[in-house]
């Protein structure tokens, strides 16, 4: 079973900046299609951003596209969300998730995808 624990959350201030991680305890990390989803009370799971298994491509939800940036150490078998220019609406709890071969999808948004996910981690932006 592949587990992920996600840490780097907290409280900022709008303009800061904060960067997530996400660890994951398989010995294939390499070969995992790896995403960021949020989710905020009374609202559905949304999609942040995803990236390949070598970081070649990435994927972002329009509303953090060219503010947030994820990035990969396949070495170190982690994820980061690097998150700048922080708005209150980016309030929400934030998820890892994980899809290992053979892919579910083509898709990087489509949650049913991933097959592991971490427990979340708490941002929330104060105006």
């Known amino acids: 079973q592949v587990q992920l624990v996600e840490s780097g959350g907290g409280l900022v201030q709008a303009g800061g900046s904060l960067r997530l991680s996400c660890t994951a305890s398989?010995?294939?990390?390499?070969?995992?299609?790896m995403a960021w989803f949020r989710q905020a009370p009374g609202k559905e799971r949304e999609f942040v951003a995803a990236?390949?298994?070598?970081?070649?491509?990435?994927s972002y939800t329009d509303s953090v596209r060219g503010r947030f940036t994820i990035s990969r150490d396949n070495d170190k078998n982690l994820v980061y969300l690097q998150m700048n220019s922080l708005k209150p609406e980016d309030t929400a709890l934030y998820y890892c998730a994980a899809d290992p071969p053979p892919y579910g999808s083509n898709r990087p948004n489509l949650a049913s995808r991933y097959n592991y996910w971490g427990q979340g981690t708490q941002v929330t932006v104060s105006s």
């Open positions: 398989g010995r294939s990390f390499s070969r995992y299609f």
């Open positions: 990236i390949s298994w070598n970081g070649g491509s990435t």
